[in-house]
């Protein structure tokens, strides 16, 4: 009888393991990937879902006012949603490309409609005045305190292991 309880319980052990082993490994999530770059361990997820759309808000170096881009997350891209800003000077858009809206209201420019998508947006943190902040659902995520202000980071969407997910820091 005893030894039936131990080879019962080895095997549960061992179930359990191979189960914790495939979630970690085989299980994955969809996630806005923020890669330090060059590459380099420091990896910050924000888990969305198909279709979800995201803001990276930042003050402009020149003008000192805030930009918002927004995206929406299509499978492996990301597409331009948005651009609303306050000054059109440097740096900053005086009207829309072809097939894209340009208007302004309540003191901001809009450009809609924007043209194209990307596999990846490379972003260089400020480390004074930019600010670099996703907006996603209502909260705000200042980058700076995720990831080193100064450096280089790629932003894609990415489909990662929970091992992965377990490993990088949250943006939550």
């Known amino acids: 009888m005893k030894s039936k309880w131990i080879w019962t319980s080895i095997v549960l052990c061992i179930a359990v393991l191979l189960s914790a082993t495939a979630w970690l490994f085989l299980g994955e999530r969809y996630v806005v990937a923020f890669q330090m770059m060059p590459e380099k361990e420091t990896n910050a997820y924000l888990p ?58 309540d003191g901001k420019y809009y450009i809609t409609n924007l043209q194209g998508d990307y596999e990846s947006i490379d972003v260089m943190l400020g480390q004074v005045r930019a600010n670099h902040t996703i907006i996603y659902h ?31 820091v949250k943006l939550l």
């Not at 979800?52 to 930009?67: A, E, I, M, P, R």
């Not at 891209?77 to 097939?99: F, H, R």
């Not at 990662?160 to 490993?167: A, C, G």
């Open 48 to 105: 969305v879902s198909e279709s979800d759309h995201f803001q990276l808000k930042f003050t402009h170096s020149v003008h000192l006012s805030d930009v918002f881009e927004e995206y929406a997350v299509q499978d492996t891209k990301l597409k331009p949603v948005q651009l609303i800003y306050e000054d059109t000077a440097i740096g900053m858009p005086s009207n829309a490309g072809e097939g894209e809206t340009f208007e302004m209201r």
């Open 138 to 168: 209502d909260h705000t995520y200042p980058l700076k305190d995720y990831l080193e202000a100064g450096s280089w980071v790629k932003i894609k969407p990415l489909h990662i292991s929970n091992w992965q997910w377990l490993k990088g």
